[in-house]
């Protein structure tokens, strides 16, 4: 996570947004005004000063670096089974479906009415934390850093679970005399080892953190890579699960006490938060409770790690200052947020395309000496163009950019302020030039490949591997390369206008009376004129089978595509749309640069299609097998 030691600081609050995309579950802010037509909004000129990070008086002291020793190799630490009963109520995991559905503990999922390696493999995203199974271990280590005792391995990560190979947490038990919880490895007591069984080279998230080492106003997360040699000498060897190397996991630092005391910060009343839908709108369903802590909506979105969860007021008072516009926007950025921590932590995820950032994986410390907060990175495992890497699924075309961020209230109002498009060009061309550079991911891809590759091409991380040895190789040096790529990617979303949100106005199953595209309200980085063309193309039941990245506008054969010109009007009313089941898909233009921009929608048939919706025209209803 991020940047910054605080000597002087008497509370702390640290939030951390966990894994998601997109405005559907942002209500509209408070006093934004009508979602009617807008001019574009003119970037303005940029600021004189040539140089963009010049120290300021709230910006947090220079943070201190305590990292482990060898980061080249692995640390190898053996987890030995100890007899763990299945708890003595339910519910119990289901072997089949993953999920928390059986009444007593079945014999293939908890076998001999115990909890093994076997049954926590079988956990899913499905099985959530109602039954999450948790086994007894004693954990050592020949490393001399390391002390071993008694501790308890559960599978951790969200998506990550429903992987033929886990990422697992191992944490010690609680003294039984203090009850605190002894630690194992540089003041932790807990490990969590990550598997990133989708990332081909299994070294996006530590190549992210130990590049971010080197930015300053962003202090980074520290990693370790580490192999897990397990053993069970209890149970029959086909209730154990598997046994022996587990291959390669890397360990991230949990946020916990030590974490906070690590950096200079005040351990007493820090708080920490992880988001796991966070995205700085001021949601009607957030509320504080009495005491100060967050209601059941709130804390779904921030999920309490630390402390005792009382800064929700101050929470709020920062959303509400975000969606009301009646506000200056520099008022309320400057009341909130330092310029150099957010444009560092801006431009950093801009180059190294952590694109799954608009709602999750950042975190956010509060300096309660001015009760600013400053942006943290988290989990950067899909970033550096992941989403090309053979298997993986694309983002949409306006996600490599700026555009990623624009439904987001704080995001969006800054990059709106006159000088500030500017001003994240100047920040991300020097990150890029200085710290992210090509020279430093090929220094570092280099000491982590003697290492890295020979787990990658043997035996157990090689047989769920998404691709082969070969293909690991070329992903591997793919990586070099990739900040580059983002950074022009970034410089070519400047070209384009902001994306959108479609309206339908008509109920399901009645006539659609009007299409409108108004929120957010237009705007082009370039400050260029925008205009809109709204496209009608006959649905046919084989587009649900286009590849994907693909929709039927992109394959239109022998189709006839309708096209109505709005000029600068967000809108098209129903009378002007063709009959039958049709594909819709609305382009905000600049006829300047030749450039165009879809809206946020998608819809799904057999895969996501971006940018449009599907309609039996002039109803508001689905066509078939799109949803």
């Known amino acids: 996570m991020n940047k910054g030691l605080c000597l002087t600081v008497l509370t702390a609050a640290l939030f951390v947004s966990a894994c998601g995309g997109g405005g559907e579950d942002g209500d509209v802010p408070p006093n934004a005004g009508p979602p009617g037509g807008h001019t574009p909004i003119i970037p303005g000129v940029p600021p004189t000063s040539t140089t963009v990070f010049t120290p300021a008086s709230d910006d947090l002291p220079t943070a201190i670096q305590v990292d482990y020793p060898d980061q080249a190799t692995a640390l190898r630490i053996a987890a ?32 001999s009415g115990r909890v093994t390696l076997k049954t926590l493999n079988r956990t899913r995203r499905a099985t959530g934390d109602d039954c999450l199974p948790e086994q007894k271990i004693t954990v050592s280590s020949t490393s001399a850093q390391f002390t071993g005792g008694n501790a308890d391995m559960r599978v951790r990560g969200s998506s990550t679970r429903d992987a033929a190979q886990k990422s697992f947490r191992i944490r010690t038990k609680r003294d039984s005399v203090t009850g605190v919880r002894p630690a194992m490895w540089y003041g932790e007591d807990t490990l969590q080892l990550n598997k990133h069984p989708y990332d081909l080279t299994r070294v996006r998230n530590k190549l992210a953190f130990d590049l971010m080492k080197q930015i300053p106003h962003h202090q980074s997360m520290r990693t370790q890579f580490v192999e897990v040699v397990y053993s069970d000498i209890v149970n029959a060897p086909a209730d154990a699960g598997p046994t022996g190397s587990l291959g390669l996991f890397t360990h991230i630092e949990k946020f916990s006490e030590h974490y906070v005391a690590l950096r200079g910060w005040q351990v007493a009343n820090a708080q920490v938060y992880k988001a796991a839908s966070f995205n700085f709108n ?4 957030y509320a ?24 929700c007021p101050s929470i709020i008072a920062m959303l509400d200052a975000l969606g009301n516009t009646a506000i200056p926007f520099s008022d309320t950025f400057d009341q909130y947020f330092n310029r150099n921590n957010y444009l560092t932590w801006l431009s950093s995820v801009i180059l190294l395309g952590n694109y799954d950032t608009t709602t999750q994986n950042f975190a956010l410390y509060q300096n309660p000496a001015n009760g600013k907060f400053y942006f943290l990175p988290w989990d950067y495992d899909a970033a550096l163009d992941y989403s090309r890497q053979i298997n993986a699924t694309g983002y949409a075309d306006w996600a490599y950019g700026l555009g990623n961020w624009w439904d987001s209230p704080l995001h969006r109002r800054f990059i709106m302020e006159p000088g500030n498009v500017e001003l994240l060009k100047a920040a991300v061309a020097e990150i890029y030039s200085r710290h992210l550079t090509k020279e430093a991911v090929r220094t570092l891809l280099d000491t982590y490949k003697p290492t890295v590759q020979g787990f990658a091409t043997g035996s157990p991380d090689k047989d769920n591997l998404p691709g082969t040895a070969i293909q690991w190789e070329a992903e591997y040096n793919r990586l070099v390369d990739t900040i580059e790529k983002n950074y022009h990617a970034f410089l070519d979303s400047l070209k384009r206008p902001m994306p959108f949100w479609f309206t339908v106005v008509g109920n399901p199953g009645d006539p659609i009376t009007e299409l409108r595209w108004s929120w957010p309200r237009a705007f082009h980085p370039q400050g260029h004129a925008i205009t809109y063309e709204a496209e009608f193309l006959p649905f046919d039941p084989a587009d649900t089978t286009l590849p994907a990245g693909q929709t039927a506008f992109d394959a239109p054969g022998v189709r006839t595509v309708v096209r109505h010109s709005t000029g600068a009007s967000p809108s098209l009313l129903g009378a002007q749309f063709p009959a039958g089941a049709h594909w819709v898909r609305v382009l905000a233009k600049d006829l300047t640069n030749n450039t165009s921009t879809y809206a946020f929608d998608d819809v799904y048939d057999t895969r996501t299609r971006h940018g449009v919706i599907c309609k039996v025209l002039p109803l508001n209803t689905n066509c078939p097998g799109v949803q």
């Open 288 to 311: 504080c409770n009495p005491d100060g802590t967050a209601n059941a909506a709130l804390e779904a979105a921030l999920e309490q790690e630390v402390g005792d969860g009382k800064n």
């Open 80 to 111: 030995n089974y100890e007899l763990t009963n299945a708890p003595g109520s339910g519910p119990y995991l289901n072997y089949s479906t993953g999920q928390c559905s059986d009444a007593t503990p079945g014999a293939q999922a908890y076998p």
């Open 282 to 285: 001021r949601k009607s369903a």
